[in-house]
């Protein structure tokens, strides 16, 4: 079965520090994987997306990783903001229907003063 | 970057009316729109995929007759809730698929049914 976990799931840190959120899929085959971020009542908005043959991407203070190989993914925040605090979902793709996203359950961040 | 906006952002209605939602991608053409349901604290639940020009392909569990969606125009496709009741209240986003296989969402639509 197609799934997606995120972990953990819900984080609080301190503005300013650093935290990394991670994503395991059983998705296959694979195409591709992103990460979005969902502020509350509102609708996700794209952060990074990866293809099987991507390791990392960065999008400012976020960077993403890929490990095809053992299906994981991880998003890195750098110097984290208020602002961060949201959803951060991670959603896969499989090959066979890429417009059919399997969106994992989300980490639910919040960055305290 | 592409945009789809979603209207309205927030309803209200009595039980047993009907809400229609809007989903358009201002900037590009989308053939193919999606339709997600998401609860309180969970992940997004996909209802249907709308197809331009064709019938929508509904989700296991998603009734058909109650969640109508037309998808009249590759930039335009909406969902009514029909006769709806409390617990249809939640919140609904639209995505739609750019050519590069990217997905953009609308802004959501919260629906509360009293």
């Known amino acids: 079965k197609n799934q997606v976990e995120q972990s953990p799931q819900s984080l609080i840190i301190l503005e300013g520090k650093n935290c990394t959120l991670q994503?395991?899929?059983?998705?296959?085959?694979?195409?591709?994987l992103r990460w979005y971020k969902q502020d509350t009542g509102r609708g996700p908005v794209s952060l990074t997306i990866m293809t099987f043959s991507e390791n990392t991407k960065s999008n400012g203070r976020y960077t993403a990783t890929l490990d095809a190989d053992t299906k994981q993914s991880s998003l890195h925040i750098t110097a984290s903001q208020l602002s961060d605090s949201a959803s951060y979902i991670c959603v896969v793709s499989a090959s066979y229907n890429t417009d059919k996203l399997i969106f994992g359950t989300g980490t639910r961040l919040q960055v305290f003063p | 970057g592409a945009v789809v906006s979603q209207h309205p952002s927030r309803v209200i209605c009595k039980s047993g009316t009907s809400v229609k939602i809007e989903c358009r991608s201002l900037?590009?053409?989308?053939?193919?729109m999606f339709w997600y349901r998401q609860f309180p604290k969970q992940s997004l639940m996909l209802m249907a995929t709308?197809?331009?020009?064709?019938?929508?392909?509904?989700e296991q569990g998603v009734e058909k007759d109650k969640f109508l969606i037309n998808h009249a125009s590759l930039t335009l496709s909406t969902l009514t809730v029909t006769s709806a009741h409390p617990e249809d209240s939640s919140f609904y986003i639209c995505?739609?698929?750019?050519?590069?296989?990217?997905?953009?969402f609308g802004q959501g639509t919260r629906l509360t049914v009293v």
């Open positions: 900037d590009f053409q989308a053939t193919t």
């Open positions: 994503c395991n899929y059983t998705v296959s085959p694979f195409s591709n």
């Open positions: 995505s739609a698929v750019g050519l590069n296989t990217e997905a953009f």
């Open positions: 709308s197809n331009e020009g064709s019938k929508a392909t509904y």
